[in-house]
C-alpha cells in the first residue's frame, strides 16, 4: 500500500520479464471492499491486511527446475515463459504458472503392454493394435515403441487436448501407412530400419501439423513376426529360403572350385601342345635341313656319300640285331635257316646237364 493506504502498490512486484495486469483495477476494488467491511469491527485490521497481503505477494514466487519450463498464464491466457531458476508472478487468481518437464524422454507402447517390468518382465499383446495389412496383402504382427519430448512447451500444452491419446493415434496411423507399402519379406528381414525411419518421419509430419509441439526421438520396432496361425508357414518358407542360399552358396563354391582347375588343365594342354608344336617344327626343320646337306654332298661325291649312308645305317642297325658268326669251313654242316635263338632244341641245350 502506498502512505495514504487506499491504493496497492504493484510496482514492486512488476519485472523485467513481466506486462502490467489487465485486471489490476479489479483487485484494487476488492481490497478497497475488504478494507471496508472490517474498518471498526476487529482490532489491528491494517495489519492483518498487511500480513495477508504479504503472504498472497510471497505465494507468487516460483522456481522452475533445470529440466522445466515455466509458462506463465494471466486469467487463464498465455502471456509469457520464463526459464529455469526463481522467478515472481502475480499471485493467484491473477496469473498462474505452468511447469512441463521439457527434457523428460515420455514413452508410447504400440502393440503390446507392460504388466511387470521384472525382471523378468511381463508383457500383454494388444492384437488390435499389433496387426496390420502389408503391401503385399499379408498379416504381420508388429510391437512398437515411439520416445518423444517437448519441444514447444506452449503449443505442448495448448494446441492439443490429450497429448499420449494424440500421440498414440498418430503413431498407429503412420505405421499402417509405411507397413501398407512394403511387402512382409521385408519388413520381417532386412527392411525393419527403413520401417523405422519412415514412420518417425511421417509421425514428426503429423505432429507438427496439429502443432502438438513434441520431438519424436525414436520409433523401435520390439518384436515383428506373422500371426500364430501361420507362424508354422511362414517358418518353413524361411527355413527353404536359408535352403536355397545355402546350395545356392555350395554350388558357387563348387563353380569357383572347378573352373579355376579346368582352365589350369586346359592351359595346361595347350602349353604342352605348343611346346610339341614347336618341338616337332624344329626337328623337321632340322631333318630337312640334314637332308638338304646330305644331298649337296651326294651331288659332289655319290659313292663316297652312298658308302657313308650305308655305313651309318648299319652302325644303327646292327646293335639291335643278334648276329650268328659261322666259319665257313664249319657252316657247311649247319643248316643256314635253322633259328638256333628260342627253339626247342637251344632250350634243351641250355637245360642238359653236362
Given at each position: 500500500?502506498?502512505?495514504?493506504?487506499?491504493?496497492?502498490?504493484?510496482?514492486?512486484?512488476?519485472?523485467?520479464?513481466?506486462?502490467?495486469?489487465?485486471?489490476?483495477?479489479?483487485?484494487?476494488?476488492?481490497?478497497?471492499?475488504?478494507?471496508?467491511?472490517?474498518?471498526?469491527?476487529?482490532?489491528?485490521?491494517?495489519?492483518?491486511?498487511?500480513?495477508?497481503?504479504?503472504?498472497?505477494?510471497?505465494?507468487?514466487?516460483?522456481?522452475?527446475?533445470?529440466?522445466?519450463?515455466?509458462?506463465?498464464?494471466?486469467?487463464?491466457?498465455?502471456?509469457?515463459?520464463?526459464?529455469?531458476?526463481?522467478?515472481?508472478?502475480?499471485?493467484?487468481?491473477?496469473?498462474?504458472?505452468?511447469?512441463?518437464?521439457?527434457?523428460?524422454?515420455?514413452?508410447?507402447?504400440?502393440?503390446?503392454?507392460?504388466?511387470?517390468?521384472?525382471?523378468?518382465?511381463?508383457?500383454?499383446?494388444?492384437?488390435?493394435e499389433s496387426l496390420m495389412?502389408?503391401?503385399?496383402?499379408?498379416?504381420?504382427?508388429?510391437?512398437?515403441?515411439?520416445?518423444?519430448?517437448?519441444?514447444?512447451?506452449v503449443n505442448y500444452l495448448?494446441?492439443?487436448?490429450?497429448?499420449?491419446?494424440?500421440?498414440?493415434?498418430?503413431?498407429?496411423?503412420?505405421?499402417?501407412?509405411?507397413?501398407?507399402?512394403?511387402?512382409?519379406?521385408?519388413?520381417?528381414?532386412?527392411?525393419?530400419?527403413?520401417?523405422?525411419?519412415?514412420?518417425?518421419?511421417?509421425?514428426?509430419?503429423?505432429?507438427?501439423?496439429?502443432?502438438?509441439?513434441i520431438m519424436v526421438v525414436?520409433?523401435?520396432?520390439?518384436?515383428?513376426?506373422?500371426?500364430?496361425?501361420?507362424?508354422?508357414?511362414?517358418?518353413?518358407?524361411?527355413?527353404?529360403?536359408?535352403?536355397?542360399?545355402?546350395?545356392?552358396?555350395?554350388?558357387?563354391?563348387?563353380?569357383?572350385?572347378?573352373?579355376?582347375?579346368?582352365?589350369?588343365?586346359?592351359?595346361?594342354?595347350?602349353?604342352?601342345?605348343?611346346?610339341?608344336?614347336?618341338?616337332?617344327?624344329?626337328?623337321?626343320?632340322?631333318?630337312?635341313?640334314?637332308?638338304?646337306?646330305?644331298?649337296?654332298?651326294?651331288?659332289?661325291?655319290?659313292?663316297?656319300?652312298?658308302?657313308?649312308?650305308?655305313?651309318?645305317?648299319?652302325?644303327?642297325?646292327?646293335?639291335?640285331?643278334?648276329?650268328?658268326?659261322?666259319?665257313?669251313?664249319?657252316?657247311?654242316?649247319?643248316?643256314?635257316?635253322?633259328?638256333?635263338?628260342?627253339?626247342?632244341?637251344?632250350?634243351?641245350?641250355?637245360?642238359?646237364?653236362?
Open positions: 500500500m502506498n502512505a495514504k493506504g487506499d491504493k496497492l502498490d504493484w510496482e514492486q512486484f512488476k519485472g523485467t520479464d513481466h506486462q502490467e495486469p489487465e485486471g489490476l483495477q479489479q483487485v484494487e476494488d476488492a481490497f478497497r471492499e475488504f478494507k471496508q467491511k472490517v474498518k471498526g469491527k476487529i482490532p489491528g485490521g491494517w495489519v492483518i491486511l498487511a500480513i495477508l497481503l504479504v503472504l498472497w505477494a510471497a505465494s507468487g514466487i516460483y522456481i522452475v527446475a533445470p529440466d522445466e519450463m515455466g509458462v506463465v498464464k494471466r486469467f487463464g491466457r498465455y502471456v509469457y515463459m520464463t526459464k529455469p531458476g526463481p522467478h515472481f508472478h502475480i499471485p493467484y487468481p491473477v496469473e498462474t504458472v505452468l511447469k512441463p518437464k521439457v527434457t523428460e524422454v515420455k514413452r508410447i507402447e504400440i502393440g503390446f503392454r507392460t504388466i511387470d517390468p521384472g525382471p523378468p518382465a511381463r508383457y500383454r499383446s494388444v492384437p488390435k495389412l502389408t503391401g503385399d496383402e499379408n498379416i504381420v504382427d508388429m510391437d512398437l515403441i515411439v520416445q518423444y519430448r517437448v519441444k514447444d512447451p495448448f494446441e492439443v487436448y490429450n497429448i499420449p491419446k494424440t500421440v498414440k493415434d498418430a503413431t498407429e496411423a503412420a505405421i499402417r501407412e509405411v507397413v501398407g507399402k512394403n511387402n512382409i519379406d521385408e519388413i520381417l528381414t532386412t527392411g525393419k530400419y527403413k520401417v523405422q525411419q519412415d514412420t518417425k518421419k511421417l509421425l514428426q509430419r503429423i505432429l507438427d501439423k496439429y502443432k502438438a509441439g525414436a520409433v523401435q520396432l520390439q518384436d515383428v513376426h506373422p500371426p500364430e496361425q501361420v507362424m508354422q508357414a511362414f517358418k518353413d518358407v524361411a527355413s527353404a529360403k536359408e535352403d536355397k542360399i545355402k546350395y545356392i552358396n555350395e554350388a558357387q563354391g563348387y563353380r569357383n572350385d572347378v573352373i579355376p582347375k579346368a582352365k589350369g588343365q586346359a592351359e595346361k594342354i595347350l602349353n604342352e601342345a605348343q611346346a610339341y608344336l614347336k618341338s616337332k617344327v624344329a626337328r623337321a626343320e632340322g631333318d630337312a635341313s640334314r637332308f638338304l646337306q646330305i644331298y649337296e654332298q651326294y651331288k659332289t661325291a655319290q659313292d663316297i656319300t652312298k658308302k657313308r649312308l650305308y655305313i651309318e645305317a648299319m652302325e644303327a642297325i646292327l646293335p639291335h640285331v643278334k648276329k650268328v658268326i659261322v666259319d665257313p669251313k664249319i657252316g657247311k654242316k649247319i643248316l643256314p635257316l635253322l633259328p638256333l635263338e628260342g627253339s626247342v632244341l637251344s632250350d634243351t641245350v641250355k637245360t642238359k646237364k653236362p
